[in-house]
């Protein structure tokens, strides 16, 4: 089953594709759902030149805040004063969210408002007025993928994702191995249980491990660890993606979150299931990574290629939030 992604390069891209579907809507202020539902907000909201708030301030009829940088083209000053208001999340699902927000707007209100979601997975979803793109499930975003539903059914590397890597000087195998492990850097926690926990730390780490994850809350079905000897042999095997792959493959796990990217090509090529590298912010496909394991240097290119021009596109999205901030 393929897993669709969406990282912040491909959200400020596809509002702008769809731009026009927005830009005809005679509204003058834009407001987000929290917490996803904002940054399309702001996007929206400086490419209109109008104010934008979040959902608890709209309610409140709190005033509106302004950037020194720019003015929006209107002066609205609080939001109920506004004619027409858009309403704003990043996707819709179920439609749960959007109703029960709207169920919080004031009865006077609601001939004003308009809601819209940039992602849909439905073609025709009943709980809002339109969207912009189709996204069917199974589906995960840049914005939410350590906080997604689809955590329960996820495969986690443990070193770089859950923590940072150890130091050559750390990774001795013995007792600095030993204190790192005890006491690594938390770097992407899940925010709800994952399925499993799937790393090559060694066995005998197990205890170490444990006591770590419930130091920081984390919660997991299954922690599949490496059963070796020594850190030597797991050098001398080179298993690491194999090892990985090898649970991911067997389990009903819909996705595999991988700090090192070769690994995550490694455990996408040999399983044909989504991997997400947390290095790289890609998410693996089976298609494209089977092409490259026919022709490896075909995928370095590719590779390159499609992080450039997602860095590209990130960068004119802060560029944006910095020069047209309007609230």
């Given at each position: 089953m393929s897993m669709n992604y969406k990282a912040f390069a491909d959200l400020n891209s596809d509002i702008r594709e769809d731009f026009q579907k927005i830009s005809t809507l005679d509204v003058d202020l834009v407001v987000g759902l929290p917490r996803s539902g904002m940054v399309p907000a702001y996007i929206v909201s400086m490419l209109m030149n109008l104010s934008c708030t979040d959902f608890q301030s709209f309610l409140d009829n709190r005033p509106l805040k302004r950037g020194s940088t720019r003015s929006a083209r209107n002066q609205l000053v609080y939001p109920h004063d506004a004619k027409k208001i858009l309403i704003v999340?990043?996707?819709?699902?179920?439609?749960?969210?959007?109703?029960?927000?709207?169920?919080?707007?004031?009865?006077?209100l609601l001939p004003k408002v308009k809601t819209m979601a940039v992602y849909s997975a439905s073609r025709t979803p009943q709980c809002i007025d339109f969207y912009l793109k189709y996204l069917p499930q199974p589906r995960v975003f840049e914005w939410n993928v350590f906080g997604h539903h689809v955590l329960k059914e996820a495969c986690f590397d443990i070193d770089g994702v859950l923590c940072v890597d150890?130091?050559?000087?750390?990774?001795?195998?013995?007792?600095?191995?030993?204190?790192?492990?005890?006491?690594?850097?938390?770097?992407?926690?899940?925010s709800s249980k994952v399925h499993a926990l799937v790393t090559s730390r060694l066995e005998k780490?197990?205890?170490?491990?444990?006591?770590?994850?419930?130091?920081?809350?984390?919660?997991?079905?299954?922690?599949?660890?490496?059963?070796?000897?020594s850190?030597?042999?797991?050098?001398?095997?080179?298993?690491?993606?194999?090892?990985?792959?090898n649970y991911y493959k067997n389990s009903?796990?819909?996705?595999?979150?991988?700090?090192?990217?070769?690994?995550?090509?490694?455990?996408?090529?040999?399983?044909?299931?989504?991997?997400?590298?947390?290095?790289?912010?890609?998410?693996?496909?089976?298609?494209?990574?089977?092409?490259?394991?026919?022709?490896?240097?075909y995928f370095k290119h590719r590779s390159i290629e499609l992080w450039d021009d997602s860095v590209n596109s990130l960068k004119q999205f802060v560029k944006g939030l910095i020069g047209y901030r309007t609230s």
């Open positions: 999340d990043d996707s819709v699902n179920t439609g749960l969210s959007m109703e029960q927000a709207r169920g919080q707007i004031p009865e006077q150890p130091t050559a000087e750390q990774n001795d195998d013995g007792e600095k191995y030993r204190d790192f492990i005890l006491n690594a850097e938390p770097k992407f926690l899940p780490y197990r205890p170490e491990t444990e006591l770590w994850m419930q130091k920081h809350g984390v919660e997991y079905e299954h922690l599949i660890m490496l059963d070796l000897p850190a030597q042999e797991r050098r001398r095997l080179k298993c690491h993606g194999k090892h990985k792959a009903g796990a819909l996705l595999f979150v991988e700090s090192e990217v070769f690994q995550a090509q490694e455990i996408c090529v040999l399983t044909g299931k989504p991997v997400y590298c947390a290095d790289d912010n890609k998410m693996y496909r089976p298609g494209l990574v089977k092409i490259a394991a026919h022709n490896p240097s």
